[in-house]
């Protein structure tokens, strides 16, 4: 037996096609399930793996070819995380890059928003403004709106504003670019210096060099967690450990 065939391969040390074995596929398989696309985890690259790997691949405007790159898996990644089930802030995104500046300590929470301030989400998945909110937290909530059940689509919004998906930093440019604060989409690292520093008191957005997400009037626009609520718009909090906030100047 030729040494590599006992190698205890992890996902992304080689190239993965039909007919191969281990943990590096079971692993695969994980995160395609975790992703949204439903797979048996029993370390074989079978049919069944393949459609499921061609079915992720279409999904996000991917070659689809049925084969995983190294680049393949690190979208793949991306999606599972930051587009799947909510995730904690310390594993959202993974490590951060090399020449990622340090973080600072979890930012204290916004100030607090009285009646008629605080946004709710309606059965449809759209968040309802409040009453007393400025009219250009207005525009960013109905911009919201616009993309807040679209499909989590690995580099989506950049590029083009209208696009069949977003990632996460595409979502929230998407949103405050039809308030008129944003003229070009940004990745989510990028936001670590924008705006103002710390937490505002009708936005504010939360961001590190591998996700981001934005509060607004209260509520969550996040694609982590979308899959499982069906919105971006979620009523729930999550830690802000890990993340830079900022907000907009006078908001």
């Known amino acids: 037996m ?7 391969w992890k996902l992304g040390d080689r190239t993965l096609k039909q007919g191969h074995k281990g943990h590096d596929v079971k692993i695969l398989q994980g995160y395609l399930t975790r992703a949204g696309v439903e797979t048996d985890v029993d370390g074989v690259f079978g049919r069944g793996t393949k459609t499921a790997v061609r079915g992720f691949e ?17 979208v793949l990644k991306d999606v599972a995380v930051n587009g799947g089930a909510v995730a904690t802030a310390a594993t959202t995104g993974g490590a951060l890059p090399k020449n990622q500046k340090p973080v600072p300590p979890p930012a204290p929470p916004p100030l607090a928003l009285g009646p008629g301030m605080v946004a709710t989400v309606g059965a449809d998945g759209f968040a309802v403004a409040p009453l007393l909110a400025p009219p250009v937290v207005q525009a960013v909530i109905a911009a919201g709106n616009e993309i807040a059940s679209k499909p989590y689509l690995y580099g989506g919004g950049h590029g083009k504003w209208n696009d069949s998906g977003y990632d996460c930093s595409g979502s929230v440019s998407y949103a405050l670019h039809g ?17 103002e520093p710390g937490p505002g ?20 626009f996040d694609t982590s967690g979308r899959t499982r609520a069906g919105t971006r718009w979620q009523a729930d909090m999550r830690s802000s450990s890990g993340y830079t906030a900022v907000h907009p100047p006078g908001l």
Not at 179 to 195: K, N, V, Y
């Open 58 to 74: 279409q999904a996000q405007r991917r070659k689809v070819d049925g084969v995983v790159t190294k680049s393949d898996v690190a």
């Open 201 to 220: 008191q009708w936005i504010t957005l939360y961001a590190n060099g591998g996700h981001i997400y934005m509060v607004v009037a209260g509520l969550r």
């Open 2 to 8: 030729q040494a590599s065939a006992k190698r205890n």
């Open 179 to 195: 308030a008129g604060l944003l003229e070009t989409a940004m990745p989510s690292g990028s936001f670590t210096d924008w705006g």
